[in-house]
């Protein structure tokens, strides 16, 4: 019986060995369907962990860019005194031209993008904008305020906050 157990555990190998010799194109190519498939989850994984941090971004952005306050104020029909939140915006310009032209022109062309890389090459692009809105949150951006006011086409508000 060992002897059957050690003469099986040597066939095995070789057999399966002679087999690779005797057509080594087929295990190739399965090799690089291997690997695609390998590449193409890792770049979907990509895809979904780029959705991840772009929305956690824009979330941080909106609280940091937001300044709330509450107001009181009497209603007189009522007779009482009533809480508001009055959200009160930091750099308002820069951060309302960003969040209603900018981000939706980049969201909408990393969501729309039919092959993996350039979706994935489009959301970094996304996520380095955002990364730069948070990066120059507080600093002087007075003079930028001022030629985003009159600017509407995205590209051109893209590389203007880009180069603040």
């Known amino acids: 019986m060992r002897n059957k157990l050690l003469l099986f555990a040597l066939l095995v190998p070789a057999i399966a060995f002679c087999i690779l010799l005797a057509n080594p194109a087929s295990t190739l190519a399965q090799d690089n369907k291997q690997q ?17 941090s772009i ?9 940091r860019y937001a300044k709330k306050k509450t107001s ?4 007189k029909k009522a007779g009482k005194m009533n809480e508001t939140e009055i959200v009160d915006r930091k ?10 032209i900018v981000i939706p022109w980049l969201e909408k ?3 729309e993008e039919k092959d993996i890389t350039a979706q994935i090459e489009k ?7 955002l990364q730069h809105m948070k990066k120059i949150f507080g600093s002087d951006t007075e003079k930028l305020e ?3 006011k009159k600017e ?7 590389d203007l906050i880009l180069a603040a």
């Open 36 to 52: 695609e498939m390998i590449e193409m989850h890792r770049n979907q994984n990509r895809v979904r962990s780029l959705k991840g």
């Open 55 to 63: 929305d956690a971004l824009k979330k941080e952005l909106e609280t």
């Open 72 to 75: 009181r104020v009497y209603d």
């Open 91 to 100: 750099q308002p310009t820069l951060y309302d031209k960003a969040t209603q």
């Open 109 to 111: 062309d990393f969501e």
């Open 123 to 129: 959301g970094e692009t996304l996520e380095a904008f």
């Open 146 to 148: 001022k030629k985003l």
């Open 152 to 158: 509407e086409d995205p590209q051109t508000l893209y």
